[in-house]
T-cell receptor, first 113, second 115 residues
């Protein structure tokens, strides 16, 4: 079964450092997403991406965050200057239609120290 | 107001019994979708079942079924014949037509299956 692949599975970074989280969505999917889950809390939407541009973003997704699809397969989330409160599990997801069929990756656990 | 409410922080069930996990939602959109995801302790999000607002029948996927009561705005997940491997966190989520394609998640229910 097709999968969404995320790397790395774990990342530890110093506060103030830049991190890039990587995702390879399912190949025929057109809609891409990033969500985050702070430990013990619910999953929160960050951003959606369609047709090579951001289609929607939440209030969490401020100027410290950016997304990119640098080639035909990868989808990245960059956090420019990490804060302690950015520590969370970050999930990438993709969908062919943007209506249903959302497939999530296994997540990247980011720890900011 | 919460878009998705899961009122059961924790549920326990005996192996081989059925269990219902509650989910109520709040939307004024005529078109929306409801989803259930399973998150085991390893952390990944596993899709279980989907119900569209215009679907006439309740969705079923193997041992999972969704008890969709549109007038009550509830979308409860029923797991039949529980297995030890069903122990996990379960999240209900909704996509609303007017919110683009984002999913809004509930707080989750931690299910424990006892042998």
């Amino acid at each position: 079964e097709p999968e969404v692949t995320q790397t790395p599975s774990h990342q530890v970074t110093q506060m103030g450092q830049e991190v890039i989280l990587r995702c390879v969505p399912i190949s025929n999917h057109l809609y891409f997403y990033w969500y985050r889950q702070i430990l013990g809390q619910k999953v929160e939407f960050l951003v959606s991406f369609y047709n090579n541009e951001i289609s929607e973003k939440s209030e969490i997704f401020d100027d410290q965050f950016s997304v990119e699809r640098p080639d035909g397969s990868n989808f990245t989330l960059k956090i420019r200057s990490t804060k302690l409160e950015d520590s969370a599990m970050y999930f990438c997801a993709s969908s062919e239609t943007g209506i249903f069929g959302y497939t999530f990756g296994s997540g990247t656990r980011l720890t900011v120290v | 107001a919460q878009k998705i409410t899961q009122t059961q922080p924790g549920m326990f069930v005996q192996e081989k019994e059925a269990v219902t996990l509650d989910c109520t939602y709040d939307t004024s959109d005529p078109s929306y979708g409801l989803f259930w995801y399973k998150q085991p302790s390893s952390g990944e999000m596993i899709f279980l079942i989907y119900q569209g607002s215009y679907d006439q029948q309740n969705a079923t996927e193997g041992r999972y079924s969704l008890n969709f009561q549109k007038a009550r705005k509830s979308a409860n997940l029923v797991i039949s014949a529980s297995q030890l491997g069903d122990s996990a966190m379960y999240f209900c989520a909704m996509r609303e037509e007017t919110s683009g394609s984002r999913l809004t998640f509930g707080e989750g229910t931690q299910l424990t299956v006892n042998p």
